[in-house]
């Protein structure tokens, strides 16, 4: 998978995956599983990313954002192109729904 955006920091259950990342998005080569989760951190506030699948993954997940709204993690309203990570598309997320700044492992931006 390669998301694109103004990506910063870029964690896979924990582990920092930065290093992988690049000014046109990070790539990411994983067998994703319900359990994974992405901890994704961006210069400024966002209300999209464009995920590609290079290849597709035959098993649907059910994708769930959450932000920091200043004071806890919630979360959010998305619309996904991506059905499931099965097919390449953006994740929108409500115009409501922005993130705020957070210091997340010790680097302060806005986390999903």
């Known amino acids: 998978m390669k998301i694109k955006s103004n990506l ?8 920092d995956k930065s290093k992988e990342v690049n ?12 359990a ?3 901890d994704i951190g ?3 506030p966002i209300n999209q ?3 590609e699948m290079k ?3 035959t098993n649907s997940l059910v994708v ?3 932000k ?11 619309l996904d192109e991506t059905n499931g990570f099965t097919k390449s598309g953006f994740i929108y997320f409500d115009e409501d729904d922005r993130t705020s700044k957070y210091n997340h492992n010790g680097i302060d931006q806005y986390w999903l």
């Open 8 to 15: 910063l920091s870029f964690f896979h259950n924990g582990v």
């Open 23 to 34: 000014p046109y998005g990070v790539e990411y080569s994983i067998t994703m599983l319900a």
């Open 36 to 38: 994974d989760h992405f």
């Open 42 to 44: 961006f210069s400024k």
């Open 49 to 51: 990313i464009f995920v």
């Open 55 to 57: 290849t597709l993954n």
């Open 64 to 66: 769930s954002v959450q």
């Open 68 to 78: 920091w709204n200043g004071s806890a993690w919630v979360n959010i309203n998305i």
